[in-house]
């Protein structure tokens, strides 16, 4: 079979899988070939399928994401190494860094929290050639992934990554003070939520699920901020598109004053907070 006749059939076996059945069969083809996509689909078309295509297929058609099967995914313009040990970076947590490189282009030290594969600090530490950061994460698998896309994106000399679990008492104490810019994209998944199964069997729960109302992440953390950061200081969360009234409760019971910032489809999905005068 040709390349070219292996992805008209895979496409139609992955639909009932993905929503980019063709995209997801080139990506696999180009990964089985060891090519990029332009060149699979430039100079590859008419040549052999490799036998190796099919075990990747197979793991697509079992809901596996296509970023797990490859090892990477694209953020913000930066590739991310990514594992089942990390949630894979979205589109979606963008406008956490969009509202951070708004709210503080000045930053000069930055704070993860749950930085997973580092790709919002790594992110921001990119757009801001002068800032020092800090990841935490409660996952060594995490943090030696963070680390690694630290390393890989000539960060690492900026770039701390930390264990540390923000539900213990003595996490702040490493972390070596205060921080102008805090992002975090905390799990706040409702327990009993419908997943897509690319996503239930796959992702790190525990980046994931925070209680029954999503909200459990946010009821640790936020209280925590005031001591973490300086004065002027800024947070900026990703939340659930439904979560913006509970979790700016949350935050002015600590304190803080909230602006939301919304998605490309109108939905608040961060608040920006910072500290009343
Ligand atoms: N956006 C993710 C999802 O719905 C959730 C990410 C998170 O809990 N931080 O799958």
Do not use: K
């Amino acid at each position: 079979m040709t390349i070219n006749e292996a992805l008209r059939t895979a496409a139609t076996v992955l639909e009932e899988t993905s929503d980019t059945p063709r995209l997801d069969a080139e990506l696999l083809m180009a990964e089985a070939l060891g090519v990029s996509r332009s060149d699979l689909l430039l100079r590859h078309t008419g040549d052999v399928a490799p036998a190796s295509f099919a075990a990747l297929l197979e793991r697509r058609r079992g809901h596996e994401p296509i970023a797990y099967i490859l090892g990477h995914q694209e953020f913000f313009g930066l590739e991310f190494r990514v594992s089942p040990a990390v949630l894979i970076p979205r589109g979606d947590s963008e406008v956490v860094v969009e509202a951070a490189l708004a709210a503080r282009p000045d930053a000069g030290r930055v704070l993860d929290c749950g930085t997973g594969s580092g790709a919002l600090l790594l992110t921001v530490l990119h757009r801001l050639p002068l800032a020092q950061g800090v990841g935490i994460d409660r996952s060594s698998e995490a943090l030696a992934m963070a680390q690694g896309n630290a390393e890989r994106l000539h960060l690492a000399d900026r770039a701390r990554m930390i264990a540390a679990d923000w539900d213990q008492p003595d996490w702040i104490e490493p972390l070596g003070g205060a921080f102008d810019l805090i992002l975090a994209n905390p799990p706040y998944v409702e327990d009993a939520a419908p997943l897509a199964p690319s996503v239930h069997a796959h992702e790190p729960h525990g980046a994931l699920f925070a209680g029954p109302e999503g909200l459990d992440a946010y009821r640790v953390l936020i209280p925590q901020l005031p001591a973490l950061l300086t004065p002027g200081g800024v947070a900026v969360l990703e939340i659930g598109a439904t979560q913006a009234e509970a979790v700016a409760a949350i935050a002015a019971e600590a304190g803080f004053a909230h602006r939301l910032h919304r998605d490309l489809g109108g939905r608040p999905r961060v608040v920006e907070l910072s500290q009343q005068q």
